[in-house]
Structure formats: structure tokens, C-alpha cells
């Protein structure tokens, strides 16, 4: 039996929900008359909050369902009831002005992290208070809400993060000097409100651009540790879960100004009123976005390292593990060195010919009955006894039919190698875009990833299971060097004659020679190799990263007297070109071969 004041708190509670749904419309409109949204989540307790991943704040959002998430417990605690539409308003905001969507949002982060060197990981907590200003500004001043009265009723802090966040509001709103911020006397938070302010209003309409510049004003506040123990920001951190069950595309690529916006907004021309030629060679750096480089490294146009890409997506609150981030980093950087999907040519002639009769019988579909010729046999109609249907050919075409070429990839994985999960590894690159472009053609794939005759990992045979595919590409062994000579041997010795082609392919350095060593019965790698190239009837190429060429290396010579294609690479890098001819010679049109 439920007391009498837990009674009392769930009513309290419905009686809040609807006082603030009644309020939703006119949140909405805040923005426009045209926003829609569904209703906002309800959470009366704490299990309903957690459930929905709201654990800090009294409301958040989620992207990836366009959702609104309150929590009616927090919102009674915290003495905010009188801010209905405030507060829901606000969280719209975040859904159609800043960040608006995941990808955005993704943006964002990136630019931050180029302004928060040793303290990039903050980025998350930095895109929540830089959005929040912009929609705040815009509701106080545009829609006449009391935003200012919502701070006021949360309390202050000491803390001097904080203070330049609340003074920076003071000045956009014109509010009484010490009314929000409480009173300081630092002087350097002043000059950092003013800058604050004025990059507000300057990129409201830009805000993209303006993200960067807001991390590098805030970075000072955050070398002190202490700040990020502060209770009121957990508080407003409504935007710490908003990718979760979501996924952002186009943050592979760093983007052009990404890390020349990264500068203080002292040095920003725009905000500062100098010329170029007045903000000195300090200014030059930074505009530049050397300091960042030299902090991160990379440069416009380039490929984030697979660490920092996963880095961005947990600021979005979306949990992965390293592996599976890999796997998702090498799919969308591969996609634009992919074949074109192939086009389906029709036959010039198809035509239908009837070939027969066969009974009809109940559990076949209805409209295949042949109802004139069963009524010719029997006019009495009984099913599976006189009922017939037609049975139909078709007649050659002019094209001969098109089979795929399966693809066997083995791809070294030693030491010597880079740790995709980490690091740029242009072997797991190159391998995820021959092996995409194969299943594009209706290929199936065996990826084999090695480093030693016993530490290897392999997919289930030939797959088209894309995920387990590069499930296998993205691990990482990095140990001694030995090819697994036996997973060649037991592919090819029973493969069967009518069984489809297979076109092998190796990625490796000189450790490629180990393939020819004696297997653990004691066979020849020799006659192995040879074996596997006659049975796969696909052909076989080794891709290799040598010093020096490869006719003077007896034993790939040998190899190449067999039959096996040998590529030579100077650096990894290469890769990506050998990847896109190969993937376009096996697995292209054959107009673009």
C-alpha cells in the first residue's frame, strides 16, 4: 500500500505533466508556427530517467528520434516549475536552430577539439554551453522569455567557468553588471565576456563557424581541473546522450576551416576589428591553425586517424567499442573508392514460352490456376484433382549470364604493422574496398587476417556478411610473422570444379615468403600455392610492400613462374590507388575495365 505523501509526490507529479504539455504549443511556436515535434517524454521517477539516458540534467534531447526528455522529478527539485515554457522551448531549440542534427553536431565537436588542446575530451561539455548561449539569446531577446529568471532560480557558483558564461549573458541581455555572474574582479573574465558576447551575436546565424573560436575562449577556464567538478554543470549538460542509437556520417574527413577556426576570438578579424596585418605573427599562427596541428596533428582534406573519429562520437554520447568503431571508420572512408553498383542489363529477347501443364494443388498461390484449361479437363472443379497451371520458360538471350568472382583476402597483420583501431592501416583500407566491391557484384568473400601460422582470425568460408567482414579487416594480432599456410591448403585441395572462381589476393611486405614454408603435415608450401591457383581457376595477386623489386627475391620469382601476379608498393599509402584499379579490373563494368 502506497503512504499518503508518496500519494500526494505522483500526484503533484501528473498534475505538472499537464500544466506543462498545455504549455508545448506555445513552446513550439517560440520557433515557428510550422515546428512540429511529438510530445515530450515523461519521467517520474529516477528508473524512468535513467531508462530514457537522462542521468544529470532535468531534460535533454535525443537526435537520432527527434525526442524531448524531461524529467518531472528533477524539474520539482530543482524549483524550476514555473518555467514551462522556458525550458521546453529550449530544448526545441536544440532541435531546430543549434545543433539541430547528429552530423552537425559531430561538426561541432570536431572544430572544438582543434580549440582545446590536452583538454579535447571536454569538447562535449564546451558544444552544450556554446548551443545553449545562442538559444537562450535568441529566446530572451526575440520571444521575451525569462531565461535569466531560469539561472536565477538554479543558483550561481564560484567557479570561474561559470562566472564568464553568466557575465556573457549579463552583456548580451543588458542585465545589471554582477546580477547573474555574482561578483568577481578578475579582469580577465570581463575581456573574455566581452569577446563572448560579441561571438554570440556575430555567428547566431553561422554558429558553425563560430564553434571553434568559443572553445578556444573557454580552453583557459578548463586547464583548472576543479571546474569540472562543479555540481551546476551537470546540470546543463541536456545535450551529453543526444547521439545515442544514432550514427553521423561525413566526419571521416577533416574539413577545410576546421582547424583554421580554432582560434582564440581575440585573433578573429571579424570580431576584433583589425586587419590581418594588425593582429601579428602570433595571430598568424593561430589562424593558420598551426598551434592546433602541432597539438593533433592533420590538415584539411585529410582523413581523421580512426582515434580521433572515435573520440567525436563518444562526445555524442554514442557507445562503441574500439573495434566497432573501426569497422564503421574503414566502411564510410572506403565508400568513395568503391565500383559503381552494377547496372542489370536485360537480354534482347525474354519472351515467355509455355512449356506444359502440372496439377495445382492448395497452398499455391490463387492466381497461378490455369482456370481455362481445368475447366477444359473437368467441369467440376476440385482442387489438387483437376485444377492445373501453366508452366513457363524463358527464351535465351543474346548476353551470355554474368557470374561474380569470389575473393579470397588475406591480409598480414604482424608487428610491423599499424593498429587499425588506432591508426591509419592503409592494408585495412585497401582490403575493405576490394572486399565492399565485390559484394557489390554478388561475390562472396573469405577474409583471412594473419600475423602468425597459429594466430590468425577468418571469416566462416565465403561470406557475404559485410559486418563480419570487416569485423575480421579491423582486428589486430601484431605478432610474429608466419603465413597460415593451412587455410589455404584446406580452402582449395576438396574445391569442387563447378564451384565458382576465386581470384586470391595477398596484402603483405616480404613476410609473404613465409606462405612457401612447410605446413604442419609436413607439405610443400610450394605445392600448396600451386594447388590453390589451379583450383581457385580465378587467378592470384600479391600486393607487397618491398625495398627493393621484386625479381630479386628468388623466391617471388618462383611465385610469379607459378602464376601469381606480383604488385610492388613503396609505401603503405599506395594502397589506396592498387585498391581502386584492382576492385575496377575484377569487380567493374566490363565497358570500364
Known sequence: MVGGSGVKTASQLTDLREQWLAQWPAALACW??????????????????????????????????????????????????AFAIEILAHEIGHHVYAPADLTDHGRMIARMRWGLPTKEHLAGLVSNLYTDLLINDRLQRSNGLKMAQVYLTLGGSADRLWQLYMRIYEILWSQQRYSLAGEFSDTQIEGDAQLGARLIRHYARDWLDGSGKF????????????????????????MENTGQGGFPSGLVEIEGDEMSGAIHPAYDPEL????????????????????????????????????????ILRALGIKLTDHELAVRYYRERAVPY????????????????????????????????????????????????????????????????????????????????????HSTSFLTLAGTIIALSALRTGARVQATLWSGARQFITTNGFIRDENEILRILTGYLGGATAFPIHILRDTFQDRKPEARPVHILHISDDGITTMFEKDEKGNSGWDISEMALKNARGGGTMVLNLWQPWDKNADLVRAHQQGWQIHVIKDWADLLKFAREFSQLKYGRSEER
Open 32 to 81: 515557428s508556427r510550422f515546428t512540429k515535434l511529438k510530445e515530450p517524454v515523461w519521467c517520474f521517477t529516477d528508473e524512468d530517467a535513467k531508462r530514457e539516458g537522462l542521468t544529470q540534467s532535468f531534460a535533454m534531447i535525443r537526435l537520432d528520434d527527434h525526442t524531448v526528455v524531461v524529467s518531472l522529478k528533477q524539474i520539482q527539485e530543482s524549483k524550476v516549475e
Open 215 to 238: 572553445a578556444a575562449l573557454c580552453l583557459p577556464y578548463l586547464l583548472d581541473d576543479k571546474s569540472m567538478e562543479a555540481n551546476w554543470l551537470k546540470r546543463w549538460r541536456d
Open 338 to 421: 568503391l565500383i559503381p553498383f552494377p547496372e542489370e542489363k536485360k537480354p534482347q529477347a525474354t519472351d515467355p514460352l509455355p512449356e506444359g501443364l502440372e496439377t495445382w494443388d492448395i497452398g499455391m498461390p490463387l492466381n497461378e490456376v490455369d482456370w481455362l484449361e481445368s475447366v477444359t479437363r473437368s467441369p467440376r472443379i476440385v482442387p489438387g484433382l483437376t485444377t492445373v497451371q501453366r508452366v513457363w520458360g524463358e527464351s535465351p538471350g543474346h548476353e551470355p549470364e554474368r557470374e561474380p568472382l569470389d575473393l579470397d583476402l588475406y591480409v598480414d597483420c604482424s608487428g610491423s604493422m599499424p593498429n587499425p583501431q
Open 272 to 311: 576584433s576589428g583589425l586587419d590581418e596585418s594588425e593582429t601579428g605573427e602570433e595571430g598568424k599562427d593561430r589562424r593558420d591553425g598551426s598551434l592546433a596541428s602541432s597539438a593533433q596533428g592533420g590538415q584539411p582534406g585529410q582523413a581523421r586517424e580512426p582515434f580521433q573519429f572515435g573520440e
